[in-house]
C-alpha cells in the first residue's frame, strides 16, 4: 500500500502533472497527424454512440485537461491530512458539476460526504462492465478458456482487438474488458455462459447479484453497456463500488494496470488518472443516452481512507471528479 506525507502528495501531484503534461503535448501531436476527423475533443458529439465511447476510452487528450488538472487537486491535498470533517455535505448541487448525479462516499466508514440526484435513475454506459467482471470471476474458473465466435465480434467497437477463432483464458480477458473498454470481451463473457446456462442468463446472474448486495435500483440489459437500458443510481453504483473493492479488489487493481500485452498485441489503458498516487481504480463509459460516467476510488492519509467517486450524465468527467472530491474534502 502507498503510504506519504503532505509534502510527498505534493511532489506526487507535481510528477504527475508534469507526466500529463508530456502525454497532452504527444496526444495532441499525434491527432494533427493521424486524423483530425477521428481523434477531436472529448466532448464532441457524434451520431453513433459506440463511435462515442470509444473516442473516450481510448484516451483522446484534452490540452484543457492539465490546468483543470493541476488546480482541482488544491483542496484534495489540503484533504490528505486526518483532521478533515467528513459531515455530510448539503445535497445541491455545484454550479461548476456538469454532472446530473453524484456521490462522494467514503468506503470505509459508508457514510456519503456529497450527493447530488443521488436516487435518480440514468443510463451508466461502460461501468456496466465492473458488474461483468464480477460475475466473470463468479461464473467460471480463472482458467477457462473462450474461443472468439464471429457473433461475439459482431458488437460495435474493436478496442479489444480480438481475434476470430482465438482462444483466450477468462483471467486474461479481464483485462481488455476492464483497461480499454471491450465490448467483444463482455459478450465473449455473456456467450460463453449463455451458451451451456441459457440465453440470458448471465445478464439475469448480473441482475440477481446487483439485487443481492443492495443496489435494488440498477437494472442491465446487456453486459457491456452500449444498451440505454443498463441503468442504476449514483448511490447505487456507490454501493457496488464499495463491495468490489472490499471482495473483489483484483478487479479495481486491473483497471490500474497502464499496458499489458498479449501475443501480439498491447492494450494501453486510457484512464487520465493513472499518475496519480492517490487514484486506485475505476472505469469510465459513454453513450450518446448516458453522457460521460465514471466510478472512481482515491485514497488519502495515513492510514489510508478510501474514496468512492460516482459520476452520472457528466459533459465534463475529468473536471467534475476533481470538483465534487474538492466538496467533499475541503
Excluded: C
Excluded at 463511435?51 to 482541482?72: K, W
Excluded at 474461443?147 to 479489444?160: F, P, S
Excluded at 482465438?166 to 473498454?181: A, G, H, R, W
Amino acid at each position: 500500500m502507498r503510504e506519504y506525507t503532505g509534502s510527498q502528495f505534493f511532489i506526487s501531484i507535481f510528477t504527475a502533472v508534469l507526466v500529463g503534461v508530456g502525454l497532452a503535448y504527444g496526444g495532441i501531436f499525434a491527432v494533427q497527424i493521424v486524423s483530425s476527423a477521428r481523434m477531436g475533443s472529448v466532448e464532441e458529439k457524434r451520431e453513433d454512440a459506440q463511435t462515442e465511447e470509444v473516442h473516450e476510452e481510448e484516451g483522446v487528450i484534452d490540452p484543457t485537461f492539465i490546468s483543470r488538472f493541476s488546480r482541482g487537486f488544491a483542496y484534495i491535498a489540503e484533504a490528505s491530512r486526518e483532521d478533515f470533517d467528513e459531515t455530510t455535505i448539503s445535497a445541491v448541487a455545484s454550479p461548476s458539476v456538469s454532472a446530473l448525479a453524484y456521490t462522494v462516499t467514503s468506503i470505509d466508514k459508508g457514510n456519503t460526504l456529497v450527493e447530488h440526484d443521488a436516487e435518480r435513475l440514468l443510463p451508466i454506459a461502460s461501468i456496466t462492465k465492473l458488474i461483468a467482471a464480477v460475475i466473470a470471476k463468479k461464473v467460471f474458473d480463472e482458467n477457462h478458456t473462450i474461443e472468439i465466435t464471429g457473433q461475439m465480434l459482431a458488437t460495435e467497437g474493436d478496442t479489444g482487438k480480438l481475434r476470430l477463432g482465438e482462444k483466450i483464458k477468462v483471467k486474461d480477458l479481464l483485462y481488455p474488458l476492464l483497461m480499454v473498454s471491450s465490448n467483444d470481451a463482455a459478450e465473449a463473457l455473456a456467450q460463453t455462459y449463455d451458451a451451456k446456462h441459457g440465453r440470458g442468463k448471465f445478464v439475469k446472474e448480473m441482475n440477481d447479484w446487483a439485487g443481492s448486495i443492495g443496489a435494488y435500483r440498477t437494472y442491465f440489459r446487456d453486459p457491456s453497456g452500449l444498451s440505454s437500458n443498463n441503468m442504476s443510481t449514483a448511490r447505487d453504483i456507490s454501493i457496488i463500488a464499495k463491495w468490489i473493492k472490499e471482495n473483489e479488489p483484483e478487479i479495481f487493481d486491473i483497471t490500474l494496470t497502464k499496458a499489458r500485452t498479449m501475443r501480439t498485441r498491447t492494450w494501453i489503458n486510457p484512464t487520465h488518472f493513472l499518475n496519480l498516487s492517490s487514484y486506485d481504480g475505476g472505469k469510465n463509459g459513454f453513450t450518446t443516452e448516458a453522457g460521460l460516467t465514471s466510478v472512481s476510488l482515491f485514497s488519502f492519509g495515513i492510514p489510508k481512507r478510501y474514496y468512492s467517486v460516482v459520476l452520472l450524465g457528466s459533459k465534463q468527467r475529468d473536471a467534475d471528479t476533481l470538483a465534487v472530491l474538492n466538496m467533499a474534502l475541503k
